[in-house]
């Protein structure tokens, strides 16, 4: 009898969710010849719903296409599985007689791979296959989409400190990247001298202060007649909680399946322009988020990040082969390799940018984190020093 293995996507879309599906896909043809490859619309749900595209019958070229199209080309979710939908989910993977499962996603989805292993007896392979441009996956050096993102954040600070250098005030820009400052970081990857912005880097891993903020930005303009700031949605207050928590009323926060707080939008936005407003009244101020465009904008698909998604498909399938697991990207001897780490090592967990990234006394990276944003989002143009 034929293999049966079932691909789905979770999570927000990335720059190069798709190669992963291609990678597999193409690797089960090459693998399993004959074998049935079923793609779920919408991640569990689909899978729940018995609505699904049928991988095995599309031609290698146009595959390839849409490997190379930003976004989730077979839908995603945020649904979060508990024990009855998991029921559900399992009964479907049973009914197409799956050998395989194979999902490709973040934390959430990585948890959801767990439970879904612990619910079946071993009888189908689950396998996580990471994504993420918040690069907060434990076992990983760095996780596909994170590359292209990085490059699109860089592009983006490197290219406001220009038109602030024009006309001087102060920039703000928010970050995606939850609870992790690797994104947030990655704004000084493209930073070409001590004056170039941006000036200050606020990630979670350190507590923010709206005073300290206020003051680090006026002391800020006093030395480079401008502030370019570049800060994370997921910073958090010295009690812990996220910032947007101190400023939005409970009953006003939004919240996702999985229970995660909406951590940007118009009120984080708001909070600051009016805390720049008061703070430092009469100063030319910007702030921006710069919200998804990030994740999948098709002008920003790194090669290697590109590349290194297809190779998490493929290896994926390796994955399955050995009864299930995580594929995790590791640095080694200098390049990046594919090894199968336990889901459980993954599942429910949260990777955190390492405290010697930033500098102990500044709001500014640190040589060891200059480092490894330069490693794997190197510069991508040369520009002109201007002459103001």
């Given at each position: 009898?034929?293999?049966?293995?079932?691909?789905?996507?979770?999570?927000?879309?990335?720059?190069?969710?798709?190669?992963?599906?291609?990678?597999a896909?193409?690797?089960?043809?090459?693998?399993?010849?004959?074998?049935?490859?079923?793609?779920?619309?919408?991640?569990?749900?689909?899978?729940?719903?018995?609505?699904?595209?049928?991988?095995?019958?599309i031609?290698?070229?146009?595959?390839?296409?849409?490997?190379?199209?930003?976004?989730?080309?077979?839908?995603?979710?945020?649904?979060?599985?508990?024990?009855?939908?998991?029921?559900?989910?399992?009964?479907?993977?049973?009914?197409?007689?799956?050998?395989?499962?194979?999902?490709?996603?973040?934390?959430?989805?990585?948890?959801?791979?767990?439970?879904?292993t612990?619910?079946?007896?071993?009888?189908?392979?689950?396998v996580?296959?990471?994504?993420?441009?918040?690069?907060?996956?434990m076992?990983?050096?760095?996780?596909?989409?994170?590359?292209?993102?990085?490059?699109?954040?860089?592009?983006?600070?490197?290219?406001?400190?220009?038109?602030?250098?024009?006309?001087?005030?102060?920039?703000?820009?928010?970050?995606?990247?939850?609870?992790?400052?690797?994104?947030?970081?990655?704004?000084?990857?493209?930073?070409?001298?001590?004056?170039?912005?941006?000036?200050?880097?606020?990630?979670?891993?350190?507590?923010?202060?709206?005073?300290?903020?206020i003051?680090?930005?006026?002391?800020?303009?006093?030395?480079?007649?401008?502030?370019?700031?570049?800060?994370?949605?997921?910073?958090?207050?010295?009690?812990?909680?996220?910032?947007?928590?101190?400023?939005?009323?409970?009953?006003?926060?939004?919240?996702?399946?999985?229970?995660?707080?909406?951590?940007?939008?118009?009120?984080?936005?708001?909070?600051?322009?009016?805390?720049?407003?008061?703070?430092?009244?009469?100063k030319?101020?910007?702030?921006?988020?710069?919200?998804?465009l990030?994740?999948?904008?098709?002008g920003?698909?790194?090669?290697?990040?590109?590349?290194?998604?297809?190779?998490?498909?493929?290896?994926?399938?390796?994955?399955?082969?050995?009864?299930?697991?995580?594929v995790?990207?590791?640095?080694?001897?200098?390049?990046?390799?594919?090894?199968?780490?336990?889901?459980?090592a993954?599942?429910?967990?949260?990777?955190?940018?390492?405290?010697?990234?930033?500098?102990?006394?500044?709001?500014?990276?640190s040589?060891?984190?200059?480092?490894?944003l330069?490693?794997?989002?190197?510069?991508?143009?040369?520009?002109?020093?201007?002459?103001?």
């Amino acid at each position: 009898m034929a293999a049966k293995f079932v691909i789905a996507q979770g999570g927000g879309p990335t720059a190069v969710i798709n190669q992963t599906v291609v990678g597999a896909t193409l690797e089960i043809r090459r693998r399993h010849p004959g074998a049935k490859v079923l793609g779920s619309r919408h991640g569990v749900r689909g899978i729940r719903d018995g609505d699904y595209v049928d991988l095995s019958e599309i031609p290698e070229e146009q595959l390839r296409l849409i490997g190379a199209t930003p976004g989730a080309a077979l839908g995603s979710t945020r649904d979060k599985p508990d024990a009855a939908y998991c029921d559900l989910v399992l009964a479907g993977l049973k009914k197409e007689g799956a050998d395989a499962f194979i999902y490709i996603g973040g934390n959430d989805t990585s948890g959801t791979q767990q439970i879904l292993t612990d619910a079946s007896g071993g009888s189908i392979a689950f396998v996580h296959a990471p994504k993420t441009i918040d690069n907060d996956l434990m076992e990983n050096d760095h996780t596909p989409g994170f590359i292209s993102a990085g490059e699109f954040v860089a592009g983006a600070f490197l290219s406001v400190d220009l038109d602030f250098r024009a006309l001087p005030g102060v920039y703000v820009g928010i970050v995606m990247g939850r609870h992790a400052g690797f994104l947030t970081a990655s704004a000084a990857a493209w930073r070409t001298d001590e004056d170039s912005g941006p000036h200050l880097v606020y990630v979670p891993e350190r507590a923010f202060s709206v005073p300290r903020f206020i003051d680090d930005v006026r002391m800020t303009l006093d030395r480079h007649k401008r502030c370019i700031v570049a800060v994370s949605e997921g910073v958090t207050t010295e009690d812990g909680r996220a910032l947007v928590e101190s400023l939005v009323p409970p009953d006003r926060l939004e919240r996702d399946a999985h229970g995660n707080i909406k951590l940007s939008g118009s009120d984080l936005n708001m909070a600051f322009e009016r805390a720049l407003a008061e703070g430092l009244p009469g100063k030319r101020a910007r702030v921006d988020a710069l919200g998804y465009l990030p994740r999948g904008y098709v002008g920003a698909i790194n090669s290697t990040d590109s590349s290194e998604a297809f190779e998490a498909g493929v290896f994926a399938v390796e994955v399955a082969a050995r009864g299930g697991g995580s594929v995790a990207l590791k640095h080694e001897g200098g390049m990046t390799v594919m090894r199968q780490v336990p889901l459980d090592a993954v599942a429910g967990k949260t990777r955190h940018m390492p405290d010697d990234f930033m500098q102990p006394d500044a709001n500014q990276l640190s040589d060891t984190g200059m480092a490894y944003l330069k490693r794997l989002v190197p510069a991508k143009y040369q520009v002109g020093k201007p002459f103001v």
